[in-house]
């Protein structure tokens, strides 16, 4: 980076500090890492002005699952006219936001890039500073916003379409990871399950709901031993749905698919729920907080409230809006970084593979 941009950053950094000082920023949040293109502004990390999401999931569903190139290509022409309806939507111009946040990993690369470049150039030619998101900071950072009085420490069982993670978030931006999957991410895992079931994608909203109608005892599914106490594998359970399927279907048989879906939800939801619960009760955590698309199952919410009443804990679901991609969780988790002084060069790259922890 030459001169010009390496005083372009000490100004932004100033920029920044005053901002920490004042304890308030108006962010301008973009997230594009995977299928949704979005953008929303947000104020001290809490308050939604806007929140633009524009959904690629038609364009993928054709294909069984996301196809990263055509989603850089969506990203492209959606990235300009989102960002521009979220400001209109808050009736606020450029000149009036504090800062520009972007998603810059994990997700797909060429996806990240597209958000990446665009903020880059937003935040130069504005003169804003530019705060780098970790896209499951974000997932997490939704509950700031649904929960406006929550403070850390709180355990959070993250739970999306890519990760599966049980973390104690310490304080805003600190975490401990405590236990996550061995393979599939739960999302990933309903995806998987669905597909065998013929459901489109994402199967896994559809898989909740078909699961409403059958029995969730119906179908005997294999207990998942692991050795770390947190962790957990959805594995044995998709192998076991796979082959109950096929066996069926190469009998000629009828596949009971609204009690195989039950079944299935069932055992991932008793899986997940019970970690996070025994996470909590280990480290004597007072409140549970759901992140994450897989945060809108049915059966894992009604699992999870269940629980948590049975032991005391407080129990924190944003809703479905927020548990799916979006920005405005972008821009939460942005707020609380830019109050930590974390800013971004022009250098800043997307990081298809950036952990949490
Ligand atoms: O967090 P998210 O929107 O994107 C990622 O960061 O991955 O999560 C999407 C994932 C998909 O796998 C989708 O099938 C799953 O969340 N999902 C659900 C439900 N709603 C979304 N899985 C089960 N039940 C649901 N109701
Ligand atoms: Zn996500």
Redesign the pocket.
């Known amino acids: 980076m030459g001169e010009r941009t390496d005083s372009w950053l000490t100004r932004m950094s100033l920029k920044a500090a005053e901002l920490k000082e004042a304890g308030h920023a108006t962010i301008l949040a973009i997230e594009s ?2 299928d ?1 293109t979005a953008a929303a502004l947000v104020r001290d990390g809490r308050q939604v002005l806007s929140s633009v999401i524009a959904s690629q999931i038609p364009l993928h569903a054709m294909y069984g699952g996301v196809v990263p190139e055509i989603a850089s290509r969506k990203h492209v022409e959606s990235v300009d006219p989102v960002v521009r309806e979220a400001l209109a939507k808050a009736e606020m111009s450029l000149e009036q936001v504090d800062a520009v946040a972007v998603t810059y990993g994990p997700g797909l690369v060429g996806a990240l890039l597209v958000g990446v470049s665009y903020a880059k150039a937003l935040a130069y030619a504005a003169d804003k500073p530019l705060i780098p998101v970790n ?1 499951i900071e974000g ?1 997490v950072s939704a509950n700031y916003i649904a929960t406006p009085d929550l403070e850390p420490p709180f355990i959070c069982l993250i739970a ?4 599966s993670h049980i973390v104690r978030v310490e304080d805003y931006g600190r975490y401990t990871l405590l236990g996550q999957t061995m393979d599939d ?1 739960a ?2 895992a ?2 998987k399950a669905a597909r065998v079931l013929n459901l489109p994608y ?4 559809l ?2 709901k078909l699961s409403k109608e059958g029995n969730p005892l119906a179908l005997q599914l294999p207990h998942v031993k692991i050795s770390g106490r947190y962790d957990y594998s959805f594995s044995g359970l998709k192998t076991a749905l796979i082959n109950r399927v096929h066996a069926l279907r190469q009998r000629g048989e009828n596949i009971p698919a609204a009690d195989i879906a039950a079944s299935f939800q069932h055992a991932v939801v008793e899986l997940l729920s019970d970690k996070a619960i025994l996470a909590a009760l280990d480290t004597g955590a007072e409140t549970v907080a759901l992140a ?3 945060a ?3 059966g894992l919410r009604a699992a999870m409230a269940e629980k948590c009443a049975r032991y005391g804990l407080r129990l924190l679901m944003p809703p479905p809006i927020l ?3 979006n920005a405005a969780m972008i821009g939460s988790a942005a707020f609380y970084r830019l109050m930590q002084g974390e800013v971004a060069g022009l250098d800043l790259n997307a990081c298809p593979s950036l952990r949490l922890v």
């Open positions: 890492s995977c949704e896209h997932h999306s379409g890519g990760h991410a999302g990933e309903f995806d994402p199967g896994g909203p898989l909740d994450g698309g897989v809108s199952n049915s548990c799916t991609d």
